[in-house]
């Protein structure tokens, strides 16, 4: 069988189309190949990024590793010195509150004392009264 003039007409017209829509696509796929390329090397770019940030975070982890040492460091130190402080207005305290229960201690024992000399004089008196009045009783009676 025998192509007619209209068939082969048809065949190329298909076949041109066929070969425009090849080079269609083949521009289309360029066109991807470089954007691959492009996302390729945008990627590159952010591993590079991502290995800085690495780098600083780890960086940074130092840094503040470093920065608490020397926070629990310094709080150690105010602390110590807090309790050194507290000690030594408590011994201050204690020193002081010694002398004033040494000084009641004292007067106490002096109010002892004086009480016990007065209370001595009275029964002095009283026993010399006694004597008085035996005396008295004994002239009164004669």
């Keep these: 069988m025998a192509l007619t003039d209209e068939d082969k007409q048809w ?3 298909g076949f041109d189309s066929l070969t425009k829509q090849v080079g269609s696509l083949t ?3 360029d066109t991807l190949a470089k954007q691959v390329d492009t996302l390729a090397k945008q990627v590159g770019s952010l591993n590079g990024r991502v290995d800085t940030l690495k780098e600083d975070v780890g960086s940074l982890n130092g840094r503040f590793d470093t920065l608490k040492a020397a926070l629990e460091e310094h709080i150690d130190e ?3 010195d807090i309790e050194t402080r ?25 109010l002892d004392t004086s009480s016990t000399m007065r209370l001595g004089e009275l029964e002095r008196v009283v026993t010399e009264l006694q004597a008085k009045v035996i005396l008295l009783e004994g002239r009164l009676s004669k």
Excluded: C, P, W
């Design 11 to 13: 065949i190329m017209g």
């Design 27 to 29: 521009i289309q796929v």
């Design 78 to 80: 105010r602390t110590h």
């Design 86 to 110: 507290l000690l030594r207005a408590f011994s201050d305290y204690n020193t002081s509150s010694g002398i004033r229960f040494r000084k009641l201690e004292a007067d106490h024992s002096n």
